[in-house]
């Protein structure tokens, strides 16, 4: 069974960072995408970064280039989210996923497993 745990949440000020973790276990095949979406109050989930398990290929949405930086520790077995210059649009919580496609946006179709989401909060 795969399993995904996220940490890392918390309350920062504008323009401040947080690193978010994902604990990854039971994933048993190769060629995996790991990601982050979040889901702001009243909207819908959207992705936010992606990795891949085979090459580490980050890709980005347009919201998180330059701020957001997704990277894998594979001996870890753990993806991180290092999060940098928040604005108070990035509240919101913060889910870690896997996918055999890559997934960067609003379209969730494929997301095979989520986590139970981490909370990150932003104020101005």
């Known amino acids: 069974e795969v399993q995904l745990v996220e940490s890392g949440g918390g309350l920062v000020q504008t323009g401040g960072s947080l690193r978010l973790s994902c604990v990854v276990s039971g994933l048993t095949e190769d060629d995996y995408r790991i990601g982050w979406f979040r889901q702001a109050p009243g909207n819908e989930r959207t992705g936010v970064a992606c990795i891949s398990t085979t090459d580490n290929t980050p890709k980005y949405e347009d919201s998180a280039k330059g701020r957001f930086t997704i990277s894998s520790d594979n001996a870890k077995n753990t993806v991180y989210l290092q999060m940098s210059d928040l604005k108070p649009e990035d509240t919101a919580v913060y889910y870690c996923?896997?996918?055999?496609?890559?997934?960067?946006?609003?379209?969730?179709?494929?997301?095979?497993?989520w986590g139970k989401g981490t909370l990150v909060t932003v104020s101005s």
């Open positions: 996923t896997t996918s055999k496609l890559e997934r960067i946006g609003p379209d969730l179709y494929g997301i095979d497993y």
